[in-house]
């Protein structure tokens, strides 16, 4: 029994691995930047001239995915042998087992009594899902462009402000990368969306049919036990994370790439330039901010693993009541 419950920490939070990779897609992103040059008329140039900046993935960022994704699988397959030891061979059959009933049947709560939780629980689950589809398309963080990069970029008149949304980023990957459709950058998209939208979705859908829909015992474990899957993929709390670590590390990791590049220039940037930098005496530097929708993705995010983790656990009380039954009829 305690080793279930290890096995099912450890199952629920592997996809925290994943965390790096979050960082790693942000960056690649914030570090794109295409400016054209009109410095001749288009009439006397073959194509106009355009400096273009990436951030090149190399193979370590591959085989950091694959190697979280592969970690989250081989958790979920010790999690189900463990649980194949554990079950009695009697607790899904009967007359109790056979009987079609919703997971909402099961649900109390002393401080609420029955009724009232009931419904709250249901309103929760309807709300959480408009909230995650209203929250991961709802602007909430930016990018922005500072020292003498970002005042260039203003005056090419192009703007040094990047506002995305979940989804946004995710669109934007391929945009950042010098050949779009490299297997590495397209696989890196896949993964981003399926964790961050398909799979939220997917369990909160699940977890819904679950609450609501009246099944037999065995066909109620199947959807749990798809359910335990879904939320280990589900990782929409650990991109919001990636975000609040995006915003605390990314001007480190700007002065970091930069290093000494710009040491000779800076003493002039910082005379000459003070005022019209704002105080980022730099020749380059990338900073990360919230925007006002960023507290509706956390609400979501937040409500989320509240409402979902409340249904996945009356599951496993009404698990534990049918074993004891088994037992005792046995």
Known sequence: KKRS????ILDATGKCSILDSYIMILMLVAFHFHIPFPVVPPSEASQETIADAFVYAAYGFFTLILGTIISIFLSHVITQ????????PDQNKGKKAESYKA?????ENKYFGKIFFRILITLLLFGTLILVLVGINITSFSFHFHGLAGYALELFKMSPIREYSVIELGLDVPRSYENPNDGVIRFT???Y?????????????????????PLPRKTQKLFYIIAEILNAWSCLDVFVLSIIAAIVEIGQFTEFIVGDKCDAINPFISKYFYKLLGGHNTCFEVRAYLKSGCWLLFAATIIFL???NIVMKVNRRSEERFSRNAETDL
Do not use: G, Y
């Not at 419950?5 to 099912?8: H, Q, R, T």
């Not at 997971?103 to 649900?107: G, H, R, T």
């Not at 979705?201 to 679950?210: D, T």
């Open 189 to 191: 998209q896949f993964i």
């Open 306 to 308: 509240i409402s979902s």
């Open 193 to 213: 969306f399926l964790t961050v939208f398909v799979m939220p979705v997917a369990l909160l859908l699940n977890i819904i049919f679950l609450w609501l829909v």
């Open 81 to 88: 042998l463990n649980r194949s030891l554990e079950e009695h």
């Open 5 to 8: 419950s290890i096995l099912l």
């Open 103 to 107: 997971l909402i049947s099961f649900a």
